[in-house]
């Protein structure tokens, strides 16, 4: 698929995918949950690693999970320190330690876990095939630990995405790594 088909699909599951997620998020966590994108977009894999590092202080959550369907992918749901914290006191009603501690971690792999289905839903919708999630495991990582993901010159899938609940906004970044099946090494 051309990148400017894959953006334009993308751009149309962002919305209906972050609103889906809102309201499962809603149901499971029983608080008013909603999430709207900021940004969409296609970037090379080596410059949203530099954007990323350069815009985001250290350390970082990322969850992530691996989907396989039409293709192979990574999803990853990446928060600043701040906001994951931010994030994780709103959902449970206090603040976490630091770091997170298995409550905080489970937190924030519920939500990457309901934000990565709801996506994977979407897609499933619109191509009319299945789509597998791994279970989410989060990551909370310092500097390097970006740089040492490596995917060459893929693009990736972006979405800055702004989560509310109980009245704390915060901004997290969707982003998926989509790996053809075609191109998988055995």
């Known amino acids: ?41 296609l970037l090379p894999w ?14 970082l959550y990322v969850v992530t999970l691996s989907a396989q369907g039409l293709f192979k992918a990574q999803i990853w749901l990446v928060f600043t320190e701040t906001n994951g ?7 449970v009603g206090t603040p976490p330690p630091h770091p997170l501690d298995a409550l905080g971690q489970s937190a924030l792999a519920e939500v990457g876990n309901v934000v990565g289905t709801a996506f994977l839903n979407v897609f499933a919708d619109r191509f009319s095939t299945a789509w597998e999630p791994s279970p989410p495991t989060v990551h909370y990582v310092a500097r390097g630990w970006l740089e040492e993901q490596t995917a060459g010159d893929a693009l990736v899938l972006i979405t800055d995405a702004r989560f509310q609940v109980t009245g704390t906004r915060v901004k997290g970044e969707l982003v998926v790594l989509p790996t053809p099946l075609s191109d998988r090494s055995p």
């Open 1 to 41: 698929m051309e990148p400017e088909t894959v953006l334009s699909v993308w751009k149309q599951a962002a919305e209906p995918a972050l609103r889906r997620a809102g309201q499962a998020l809603a149901e499971l966590t029983g608080l008013p949950f909603a999430l709207e994108d900021q940004w969409v977009g």
């Open 46 to 59: 080596n410059q949203f690693v530099a954007e990323l590092a350069a815009e985001h202080p250290v350390p």
């Open 85 to 91: 914290r931010d994030l994780v006191a709103a959902m």
